[in-house]
């Protein structure tokens, strides 16, 4: 499975953004997704994860209540809505991809794709 996210941009605070990761090659419906997100010279940081049915979500508690993540295992895809936004909200995001539902480590997803900028200004 190969991970490709887009959908970020510039948006002012207050604002929705909706990030896509979409997934080519087969059993995008066995793995656990997740989203992350980095500013320059932090660590990379949890932000959002669901489960293979897409019926468990989970959220680091910066975002719990304004961003929502869900999946469309028939489209290979998986999505992450972002209202509300803050200027704290300005980091490089990343789509992941893993075996277990629940992880919120960077080192628990084994796939990643290259990330997509949101900057939020104030």
């Known amino acids: 499975v190969q991970l490709q996210a887009s959908g970020g941009g510039l948006v002012q605070a207050g604002g929705s953004l909706r990030l896509s990761c979409a997934a080519s090659?087969?059993?995008?419906?066995?793995?656990?997704l997740g989203w992350f997100r980095q500013a320059p010279g932090k660590e990379r940081e949890f932000v959002a994860g669901?489960?293979?049915?897409?019926?468990?979500?989970y959220y680091a508690d910066s975002v719990k209540g304004r961003f929502t993540i869900s999946r469309d295992n028939a489209k290979n895809t998986v999505y992450l809505q972002m209202n509300s936004l803050k200027p704290e909200d300005t980091e490089l995001y990343y789509c992941?991809?893993?075996?277990?539902?629940?992880?919120?480590?960077?080192?628990?997803?084994?796939?990643w794709g290259r990330g997509t900028q949101v900057t939020v200004s104030s």
């Open positions: 669901i489960s293979r049915s897409g019926s468990n979500t």
């Open positions: 090659g087969r059993a995008f419906n066995s793995y656990a």
């Open positions: 992941a991809a893993g075996e277990f539902s629940g992880a919120t480590k960077e080192y628990e997803y084994d796939l």
